[in-house]
């Protein structure tokens, strides 16, 4: 038998970093041997896609920082697969799709930008057995991290709006993902994304 993969997505201020590390360790004292992960990582190359985004670089430029990124981190990922471990990632491939989908548009890329790294990403990246979409409208995320003392270019609500849509549509060609309402409170969000969790390593 081989790990599993569980990866938490969602567009900032969604909660998803603050859920994650409560369901780590839930399910540590529940005795599961599991890892919590994120992406960007914490290697030079996290901190490389860290730095490009700060600057001003073309959205293609970025996809590709967050996919070198992602082909280091994802045979570490299959490292600990293959040693059985559950894993929680904090984003992976899906936050590409969606929010370097949302920066290509407004670049004017040629196509559908959506489509176009679905397919890069299906090739190489690795399958999550569950992703969990915390899903909270944008206005609402943006209260919520107004007072960060950091905040990227993403953080703005038409481009949240757009990175929203593109999760949305993601999540309804991909059985993998379950939405949950991120609007409820903490407690609720925890409980129920250890529950899908549960439910999936069972
Ligand atoms: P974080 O706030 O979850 O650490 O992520 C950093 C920012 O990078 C956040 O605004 C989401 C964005 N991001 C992308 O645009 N594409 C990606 O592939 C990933 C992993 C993150």
Known sequence: MSGVLITFEGIDGCGKTSVAAEVLSRLEKAGKEVV?????????????????????????TEAFLFMADRTTHSKTISNWLEEEKLVLCDRYADSTIC??????????????????????????????????????????????IETREEMTKFERLDFLEKVRENFLRLADVEDRIEVIDASASFETVVEESERRILETVA
């Open 36 to 60: 919590l992960t994120q992406e960007p990582t914490k290697t030079w190359l996290g901190d490389a896609v860290k730095k490009g985004i700060s600057e001003e670089h073309p959205a293609l």
């Open 99 to 144: 929010y370097q989908a949302a920066s290509l548009v407004i670049e004017g890329f040629e196509g559908d930008p959506f489509e176009w790294l679905k397919r890069i990403s299906d090739a190489f990246a690795l399958r999550p057995t569950l992703t969990l979409l915390l899903d909270l409208e944008p206005h609402d995320a943006l209260e919520r």
